[in-house]
């Protein structure tokens, strides 16, 4: 008999409610157990007061919910306990439902495995459940929330149905060769498997938004020592992040700072300053890092001293390419009308007064939205999509030089399983404790 699990599904710790989902056949009985009273229509929010069912002992009064299977998140029968969020409420509860019999504690991850297994959703979904819990910026939340109704789901389908048409053509020449056929059958799949090929080829070279947008574009904050990278990294970040001393050479590691801009997740990183002698190897070992950070970086922002012009740093300079904010910074001690630095404009600001910063964030803004803005397709979002991907891609390419038709059958049948195992369709139970595991936990 499949078990009865529960746990607590919203955020441990003090709060105003706390959720106890219940999942499985006992689920209904669980909570007679707790109230005494006959269970309450499904889908219908009641009043109810818990108690202890060996001790009797009144535990909260809650708002509870029921789902019947198969209208439920995990398709089987459900029970929530909205309870008051104190430590002692959401405690009683779940020793008293650790009693019971036929009870026990979800894994991490058992809820939205369970709803994968019962076909409520598909691995993609599931991915953006912890996505959507995950999501710090609107972005993300959109990226989410249409990845969780199935928009990257859908599309893989299609692809898959596409494949498995094309594989009952060329199937049919292997299998009825002598029966009155038209020629050439397999070679009608041969447009639809480059075109397909062509699609694949054109999500995969999207520069990583889907990832990038989960993850936060990384930005890189460079320039010569004592030209403020942590008062402007303080700056944006709207609090002391970052040491700030008048002595050049303070930072020596990199300071990262996660930011919402826009909309957008940002990673902003300020680096140590650079300049060729180092005035020690923990310092050098700092320039090398903010080199390594800065070649690493989606965007580079190279902040320039005001007070040193015309005068430039040429480590600085040699960084500055089309992925790259110019900042010229100190504008309040010496006047900068639209500069331009090393050939490229230049936003004026200062870090300590504020000034230039709201033009400065804009153009973060923009060099963001440039790099996670996509066609309107879905986006993958996860590595093993990629690389899946890439297997089928691969997949087509040798079917479409295959000189048999058994042959380009066999690659044609690989591409749809790598499809497949995307979505969970097929090949998929060495890869669900992973996922659930690691991306839906609590879940």
């Known amino acids: 008999m499949i078990p009865t699990i529960f746990a607590l599904a919203t955020v441990p710790g003090r709060a105003g409610v706390a959720v106890v989902r219940v999942s499985g056949p006992a689920s209904g009985d669980a909570l007679a157990a707790l109230t005494g009273k006959p269970l309450p229509k499904p889908r219908m929010a009641t009043l109810v007061r818990l108690r202890d069912p060996k001790t009797k002992e009144a535990l909260d009064d809650a708002l509870v919910l029921r789902f019947t ?6 398709g089987e029968d459900v029970v929530e306990l909205h309870l008051h969020g104190g430590r002692a409420v959401v405690a009683g509860v779940v020793e008293a439902l650790s009693a019971l019999p036929g009870l026990r504690v979800a894994e991490p991850g058992e809820f939205t495995r369970r709803a994968f297994e019962n076909g409520k959703l598909d691995l993609t979904e599931a991915e953006a459940v912890a996505d959507l819990v995950d999501a710090e910026t609107s972005a993300q939340r959109r990226q989410a929330l249409r990845q969780m109704e199935g928009a990257l789901g859908k599309l893989y389908d299609g692809w898959r149905e596409r494949l498995t048409r094309s594989l009952a053509h060329i199937e049919a020449d292997i299998d009825f060769p002598d029966e009155d056929l038209p020629s050439g059958v397999s070679d009608a799949a041969r447009p639809v498997l480059d075109a397909l090929a062509a699609e694949i080829d054109a999500h995969l ?21 004592n030209a403020g990278k942590s008062s402007l990294l303080n700056a944006l970040a709207r609090r002391e992040a970052a040491i700030v001393s008048a002595r050049a050479g303070t930072t020596r590691d990199v300071i990262e700072v996660h930011l919402d801009l826009g909309g957008y997740p940002l990673v902003l990183a300020d680096t140590a300053g650079l300049r060729e002698a180092a005035a ?18 989606d965007v580079k922002v190279a902040v320039f001293d005001a007070t040193a012009l015309p005068a430039l740093d040429p480590a600085t300079v040699a960084l500055l390419d089309k992925d790259t904010v110019v900042v010229l910074n100190k504008t309040d001690v010496v006047a900068a009308a639209v500069p331009m630095v090393g050939g ?25 939205a440039d790099r996670l803005a996509g066609s309107g397709a879905p986006a993958l979002t996860r590595a093993r999509h990629r690389s899946a991907l890439g297997e089928c891609r691969d997949a087509l390419r040798r079917a479409l030089t295959a000189h048999l038709p058994e042959l380009m059958a066999e690659d044609v049948r690989l591409a749809s399983r790598a499809l497949g195992r995307i979505t969970g369709r097929v090949d998929v139970e060495d890869l669900l404790d992973v996922i659930f595991r690691d991306f839906c936990i609590g879940k």
């Open 280 to 297: 020690d190897e923990v310092e050098e070992e700092g320039i090398r890092r903010a080199l390594d950070r800065a070649a690493r970086a």
């Open 344 to 368: 490229w404009e230049a936003v004026a600001v200062s870090a300590r007064t504020g000034a230039g910063l709201p033009e400065l964030e804009r153009r973060l803004t923009a060099f963001t």
């Open 69 to 74: 299977a198969p209208r439920s998140f995990t």
């Open 205 to 225: 070279d999207d520069r990583g938004r889907g990832e990038r947008l989960r993850e936060g574009l990384h930005i890189a904050i460079v320039g010569a020592p």
